[in-house]
């Protein structure tokens, strides 16, 4: 079994900065990516930024320039630098690992963590 926690949520103001934490830990074979995802009311699920094996990064258009996704591999960590916050980055954090767990080699299976409110008050 896998567990994904996130921390690091919480209420700033506009402009502001926060940084978000997740870490994946249980049984795990190796980890091919790991990224974070957010969810506003009313609104889908959608990808904010994601790191993969190698170190390769992607990000939505919404947040380039502002965000920054960075992992430490040997502590199955990833980190989500927060910068010029806005009230339209308001939302549930969700961090994602697409990861092998030990017994299943070669197949890889998506683990979610609990999420965290991010509040950007304007």
């Known amino acids: 079994q896998v567990q994904v926690v996130e921390s690091g949520g919480g209420l700033v103001q506009a402009g502001g900065s926060l940084r978000l934490s997740c870490a994946a830990s249980g049984s795990i074979l190796s980890i091919n990516a790991m990224g974070w995802y957010r969810q506003a009311p009313g609104k889908q699920r959608e990808l904010v930024a994601a790191?993969?094996?190698?170190?390769?990064?992607n990000y939505a258009d919404s947040v380039k320039g502002r965000f920054t996704i960075s992992r430490v591999n040997t502590k199955n960590t990833v980190y989500l630098q927060m910068n010029s916050l806005n009230a339209e980055d308001t939302a549930v954090y969700y961090c994602n690992v697409e990861a092998t767990p030990w017994g299943h080699a070669s197949n890889l299976y998506n683990y979610w963590g609990q999420g965290t409110q991010v509040t950007v008050s304007s």
């Open positions: 790191i993969i094996s190698g170190g390769r990064t």
